[in-house]
């Protein structure tokens, strides 16, 4: 006989499975068809569940694909720590080219966009994007730089988000408005030069 | 009696009257109803012309507000000269000052957001950005930087290009993502972390 806590937990699971069938869909169709053809009735023609589950948990296609990433940075190998070898140059160098393979990756490059997108012109995806996505992955990179910077290889009144956003900002910013190619040598470049400053050095 | 030669240049002219007027009503509506909502039916009930008028010479709504951006920037002081008072981290501050302004100004901030939605989604967009737009815009920038360089105020070997965008990227970044406060306070920062780079100096 079934217990009443056997059923809750079965229907969890069903529950579960449904949630992660939509995420998948929808980060699937968006790669397939564009964030501009994606529709809650495709998400759930491709899921195999009713519209309404998907409207009873989520507002809006923007919503659906903010968690999307987040089950994909859930995942075990989504958040780790940066590496760690002692030379700081040649870690970043490795962070920032895996970063370009991403955005060059045709997989991640719409739903990316798209998330984007979202987050420009919807302030509260942008708070739960900030919150919840960004900023758990900056403070992995702040914490790489805070090492560092306690090891003396860094400016000690250095401004750690500003750091952070000075070796990514750049590389998002080309690979966003398109503005050159994005290749390893360029993630690099970015490195070098933010760690050396533009300033001449003796 | 009206030569054909006059009949056209008042054809030229009426059109031209038209055509500024689109593109104000263009970018005057993205402000008040946002992009989303923007259209070439609201557009053209604005700009006091036939819908035809406009699918004559666009072929999208991000395409007239492209062409609205152009027209602000052909404007006596859309492009000058960035200043050069010999004094290099003063003179950015000044600009990186100005852009922070400009991007918290509520007249821009949305027409710019949809600006950078459709260049992110639509590659030709973007090129076309690169080319009229942007590309201006940052040879004026490494215009600076590159009288600078000449002095021996900036490393011999600096990529200017790179240099630029170490510069304006994390602006433009945090703008879009809203992602911090975007304070001129923030701009002092990017401009000094990127003139003395993150490394120790002494």
Do not use: C
């Amino acid at each position: 006989m079934t217990t009443p806590r056997k059923i809750s937990s079965n229907a969890a699971r069903r529950s579960e499975a449904s949630r992660r069938a939509i995420l998948t869909a929808a980060f699937d169709l968006v790669h397939e068809v564009g964030y501009a053809k994606l529709s809650i009735e495709g998400i759930a023609a491709r899921a195999g569940v009713g519209k309404q589950t998907i409207y009873r948990w989520w507002p809006s296609k923007g919503t659906v694909l903010f968690d999307a990433f987040l089950m994909l940075s859930d995942e075990p190998d989504g958040e780790a720590a940066l590496p760690d070898t002692g030379d700081l140059e040649a870690d970043l160098k490795t962070v920032l080219r895996a970063t370009v393979a991403e955005l060059n990756d045709p997989r991640y490059d719409e739903p990316l966009r798209a998330l984007n997108t979202e987050i420009a012109h919807d302030p509260e995806l942008a708070a739960a994007y900030v919150e919840r996505l960004d900023g758990p992955m900056k403070e992995l990179k702040k914490q790489r730089l805070r090492g560092a910077q306690r090891a003396g290889q860094l400016a000690k009144d250095l401004d750690l988000d500003v750091a952070v956003e000075m070796l990514w900002g750049p590389l998002l910013n080309r690979w966003l408005q398109r503005s050159g190619p994005l290749t390893p040598e360029y993630a690099d470049t970015i490195v070098e030069t933010a760690l050396n400053g533009l300033l001449p050095r003796r």
